[in-house]
């Protein structure tokens, strides 16, 4: 599906630029979606301080006439 083609893709190193490519996709490939919210969780990040894990989410919304 979208999504696998998505992480099968150009790398992209950054979650915002993973759930970009996927909300895109869902409101590309799907007309009749009006808004695509998609949200990427990340387990296990290395940072200081530590974290249980990092996300973020992205929202895609149709534009009038597209």
Same mark, same amino acid.
């Given at each position: 599906?979208l999504?696998? $083609?998505?992480?099968?893709?150009?790398?992209?190193?950054?979650? $915002?630029?993973?759930?970009?490519?996927?909300? #895109?996709? +869902?409101? $590309?490939?799907?007309?009749?979606?009006?808004?695509?919210?998609?949200?990427v969780?990340?387990? #296990?990040?290395?940072l200081d301080p530590?974290? $249980?894990?990092?996300?973020v +989410?992205?929202?895609?919304?149709?534009?009038a006439g597209?």
């Amino acid at each position: 599906g979208l999504v696998r $083609e998505v992480f099968a893709g150009p790398e992209r190193l950054l979650l $915002e630029g993973l759930a970009g490519a996927v909300a #895109d996709g +869902i409101v $590309e490939r799907f007309p009749t979606v009006e808004r695509a919210r998609v949200r990427v969780r990340k387990p #296990d990040v290395v940072l200081d301080p530590p974290v $249980e894990f990092a996300a973020v +989410i992205v929202e895609r919304e149709r534009t009038a006439g597209a």
